[in-house]
């Protein structure tokens, strides 16, 4: 069975800038050690990017959240140092949950990222919906949310859907 890992947004304005929080700073190192466990296997790792361009705040999204973030080609934008292997795929995601997965072939699928409560969450069930025969999973410990509550909330929300979390 194929595994895949989906790193969800570990970019820098999630971590410690525009958006950044401590509980985004502090899975950094279980984030590094599951990413490297999937590499020493030789599994596929997907990284995701949160992608807006400068009319962020003109945007739907950006009339609800004023805060410019992840703007492509800035620094808050790049995954976290030391995070990225080279070679893995990047998709370059528009909104929180990116509709194409099905262009993937999935089959053993876990989640780790930011934020669980927005496109940790979405990305999950899309991939759920798309793939229901597949196992979906979330590393909790390699996840944190807006908030620890909306955190949980989405953990529960998750297993609700069928989808393992650890």
């Given at each position: 069975?194929?595994?895949?890992?989906?790193?969800?947004?570990?970019?820098?304005?999630?971590i410690?800038?525009a958006?950044?929080t401590?509980?985004?700073?502090?899975?950094?190192?279980?984030?590094?050690?599951?990413?490297?466990?999937?590499?020493?296997?030789?599994?596929?790792i997907?990284?995701?990017?949160?992608?807006?361009?400068?009319?962020?705040?003109?945007?739907s999204?950006?009339?609800?959240?004023?805060?410019?973030?992840?703007?492509?080609?800035?620094?808050?934008?790049?995954?976290?140092?030391?995070?990225y292997?080279?070679?893995?795929?990047?998709?370059?995601?528009p909104?929180?949950?990116?509709p194409h997965?099905?262009?993937?072939?999935?089959?053993?699928?876990?989640l780790?990222?930011l934020?669980?409560?927005?496109?940790?969450?979405?990305?999950?069930?899309?991939?759920?919906?798309?793939?229901?025969?597949?196992?979906?999973?979330?590393d909790?410990?390699?996840?944190?949310?807006?908030?620890p509550e909306?955190?949980?909330?989405?953990?529960?929300?998750?297993?609700?859907?069928?989808?393992?979390v650890?």
């Amino acid at each position: 069975m194929k595994n895949t890992l989906v790193v969800v947004d570990m970019q820098n304005d999630f971590i410690d800038m525009a958006l950044g929080t401590p509980e985004a700073v502090a899975i950094l190192p279980a984030v590094k050690a599951k990413i490297a466990e999937y590499h020493a296997r030789g599994d596929e790792i997907i990284f995701t990017r949160d992608t807006h361009g400068e009319n962020y705040l003109d945007t739907s999204e950006g009339k609800k959240l004023p805060v410019k973030h992840c703007i492509k080609g800035t620094k808050g934008w790049e995954i976290a140092d030391g995070l990225y292997i080279e070679g893995c795929k990047i998709i370059d995601k528009p909104n929180f949950g990116w509709p194409h997965w099905d262009t993937e072939e999935l089959e053993n699928v876990e989640l780790i990222g930011l934020c669980t409560d927005i496109c940790v969450v979405s990305n999950a069930l899309i991939i759920k919906a798309t793939f229901p025969d597949a196992q979906v999973s979330v590393d909790s410990a390699c996840c944190a949310g807006v908030t620890p509550e909306s955190h949980l909330a989405a953990l529960k929300t998750m297993a609700m859907c069928q989808i393992d979390v650890k």
